[in-house]
C-alpha cells in the first residue's frame, strides 16, 4: 500500500486513433527512453558516463516476497562495477509507500531529463502496487538525478488519479523529448485495464546547477490528424484499425526532425489472433500526431543502423503465428528503415518490413517452435564503425538438450542496413563465458547494449532472469574492433551486489 501520497495527478488517457485498444497484459519488460541508440538517457550524476539501471521485481524485502528492488550501477573509465551501486525500493528513506508482497517495484523502468536540470532521472513502475484496498492499481516512482546519482530523497508519486483494481499503472514507460511546449522530456505510461496511455509533463523545470525543483507533474495534450483527440480528454474517433493489447513503448527520431518519435507495440485481437502489430506517433515542435500502423511487436528498439541520421525501428515478434493462429516459427525480427515520412518498410511507407529469423542465411541455428528469438532487442555500435548493431534475445532457445536454456545473437549494421555477415552468437556455453547453460535459465530474456567506459563500442549485458530457480543474473560482455567478444565475459546478481537475490528475477528488466 502507498503511504504519504505525493503529489497524485489525474492523467490525461487516450485510445490510439486507428486501432480500438484493449486491455494489456504482462508488459514485455524494459522500455527505450533515448532518442539514438548513441545518445542515451541513463547518465544520472552528470558526470558524461551512462549508467546501468535494472530492475529485480521478484525480490524479498524486508521479509516481503515481490517487493522488488532497482539497482543503478553507475559508468566510469573502468565501465561498471558491483561496488559503484546504489540500491533502491519502496523502504528506502524518501521513497513513496513501503515494500509489500507483490508490488513488482521495478517491472517496469524507463530514464530521462523529466525536469531539465541536465541530470536524467528514472522512472520505477510498480504495477502491482496496492492503492488503499484496491489491488494491483498501479504507481510510478520518479527518481530524481543529482550530482550524487539516484537517492530515494525527494522522489516523485504518479498514479491515474482514480485508483482501479487490477489498473496496473506504470506497466509500460517511455521517456524522450517528443515536443518544443516542454524544456524536459515527457513521460509517456501504459496500463493494462484501462485502455490508457498517459503523458505526463514537468509543471516546472531547473537549469542545470540550479536549485528550484519541479512542483509535480500535469498532463500533456497529444495532438492527432483529423481531429481524432478532443483536447487532453480520450479519443472519440470510431477505430479504423485492427484491435491491438499494447504491451510496450518506444522512442526514437524516425524522420530526423530533432524529436523523439513515440511507438506502441502489441498484439492483435480479432479474427487474426497473436500478430505483433504497432502504432506509430510523430513527434515535433507542436506535439505528437498519429503516424500509421507497422506490422510488428510487441517488442521494439530504436537505432541508426546504416547511420543515415535516422533512426530506424526494429520489431520483435518472438511467437509468430500464421494467419490461422498456429505458431510456425521460433521468432520473427523486422526492420524499418527510418526517413523523411518516418519508419517505412521494404517498398516505403505502409510496406512490410525487411524481416529476419534463425532461418535467415547467416544466422547461426534453426528456427524452432518455442525459441523466442526476439524476445528482447537493443541497438548500439559494438565495433566504432558508426553503425548500430542489434542485439536479438532468444530465452526459449535450446542448448543441445537443454531446455529453454537461452542464448544472444548479435548481428551487425552496414550501410546497406541490418546484415548478417559476420553475425555471433553466445549461450553459457560458449568458450570463456560463465556459467553452464541449463534447464529454464532464459539466457537473453533481457539484452543491452551500454557504453558506461565511453570508448565509442556498446557491450552487451545478457540476463538470465530464470537462473538458479528465478534468482536472476547479468552477463558483462566487452567489446572492441571486432564487437562483441565472450573474452573476459563475467557475471553477477544480487548476491554479488550485497542484496536479496532468492527468487529476485534480477535482469528481468534492464533501462535502455
Not at 522500455?31 to 550524476?45: I, M
Not at 517487493?67 to 573502468?78: L, N
Not at 536549485?211 to 498532463?219: H, N, Q
Amino acid at each position: 500500500m502507498r503511504k504519504n501520497r505525493i503529489a497524485a495527478v489525474a492523467a490525461a488517457s487516450f485510445l490510439l486513433a486507428g486501432v480500438a485498444v484493449t486491455a494489456a497484459p504482462a508488459a514485455q519488460a524494459g522500455t527505450p527512453g533515448g532518442t539514438h541508440a548513441d545518445d542515451r538517457n541513463t547518465d544520472f550524476n552528470g558526470d558524461g558516463y551512462e549508467d546501468v539501471l535494472t530492475g529485480a521485481p521478484g525480490a524479498t524485502v524486508g521479509g516481503r516476497r515481490g517487493a522488488g528492488y532497482v539497482t543503478v550501477q553507475y559508468g566510469s573509465a573502468k565501465g561498471i562495477t558491483t561496488s559503484s551501486r546504489a540500491v533502491i525500493h519502496q523502504d528506502s528513506s524518501g521513497v513513496s509507500g513501503a515494500a509489500e508482497a507483490g508490488d513488482g517495484f521495478g517491472e517496469a523502468l524507463a530514464s530521462g531529463d523529466l525536469d531539465s536540470d541536465g541530470y536524467d532521472d528514472a522512472v520505477v513502475g510498480i504495477p502491482g502496487e496496492d492503492i488503499g484496498t484496491v489491488a494491483d492499481a498501479g504507481g510510478i516512482v520518479i527518481l530524481w538525478g543529482s550530482p550524487k546519482g539516484l537517492a530515494g530523497a525527494s522522489s516523485q508519486w504518479l498514479d491515474a488519479g482514480r485508483p482501479t483494481a487490477g489498473k496496473t499503472f506504470g506497466a509500460g514507460l517511455a521517456a524522450a523529448h517528443f515536443t518544443a511546449d516542454t524544456p524536459g522530456d515527457l513521460l509517456a505510461v501504459l496500463d493494462r485495464n484501462d485502455l490508457g496511455l498517459y503523458l505526463f509533463g514537468s509543471a516546472g523545470a531547473a537549469g542545470k546547477g540550479g536549485t528550484a525543483r519541479t512542483d509535480g507533474f500535469r498532463p500533456w495534450t497529444v495532438r492527432a490528424d483529423a481531429g481524432a483527440f478532443a483536447g487532453s480528454g480520450r479519443s472519440t474517433a470510431a477505430a479504423a484499425g485492427r484491435d491491438i493489447l499494447p504491451t510496450s513503448l518506444t522512442t526514437g527520431d524516425y524522420d530526423n526532425n530533432g524529436y523523439a518519435d513515440l511507438v506502441v507495440s502489441g498484439l492483435s485481437t480479432g479474427e487474426e489472433p497473436g500478430h505483433g502489430w504497432s502504432v506509430h506517433w510523430a513527434g515535433g515542435a507542436e506535439g505528437l500526431r498519429l503516424g500509421r500502423e507497422l506490422r510488428g511487436g510487441p517488442v521494439a528498439a530504436s537505432g541508426d543502423l546504416n547511420a543515415d541520421g535516422y533512426d530506424d525501428l526494429v520489431t520483435g515478434e518472438p511467437n509468430s503465428p500464421d494467419d490461422g493462429g498456429e505458431t510456425l516459427t521460433g521468432g520473427l525480427v523486422g526492420v524499418y528503415y527510418g526517413g523523411g515520412e518516418g519508419p517505412a518498410g521494404t517498398e516505403g511507407p505502409g510496406t512490410p518490413p525487411q524481416y529476419w529469423t534463425q532461418d535467415s542465411p547467416g544466422v547461426a541455428g534453426a528456427s524452432e517452435r518455442g525459441d523466442g528469438w526476439g524476445s528482447d532487442l537493443s541497438l548500439g555500435d559494438t565495433d566504432g564503425d558508426g553503425y548500430a548493431d542489434l542485439a536479438v534475445g532468444a530465452p526459449g532457445e535450446d542448448i543441445g538438450p537443454v531446455v529453454d536454456a537461452g542464448a544472444v545473437w548479435m548481428l551487425r549494421g552496414s550501410p546497406g542496413g541490418l546484415t548478417t555477415v559476420r553475425a555471433k552468437d553466445f549461450n553459457q556455453d560458449t568458450a570463456h563465458v560463465p556459467g553452464t547453460a541449463e534447464k529454464g535459465d532464459r539466457f537473453g530474456g533481457q539484452v543491452r547494449l551500454v557504453d558506461p567506459n565511453r570508448d565509442g563500442r556498446f557491450g552487451l549485458l545478457a540476463a538470465a532472469p530464470g537462473e538458479n530457480t528465478d534468482d536472476g543474473v547479468v552477463w558483462v560482455f566487452s567489446a572492441g574492433s571486432g564487437g562483441v567478444t565472450a573474452t573476459g565475459s563475467w557475471s553477477y546478481g544480487g548476491g554479488s551486489l550485497g542484496v536479496p537475490f532468492t527468487d529476485a528475477l534480477y535482469g528481468a528488466v534492464i533501462d535502455d
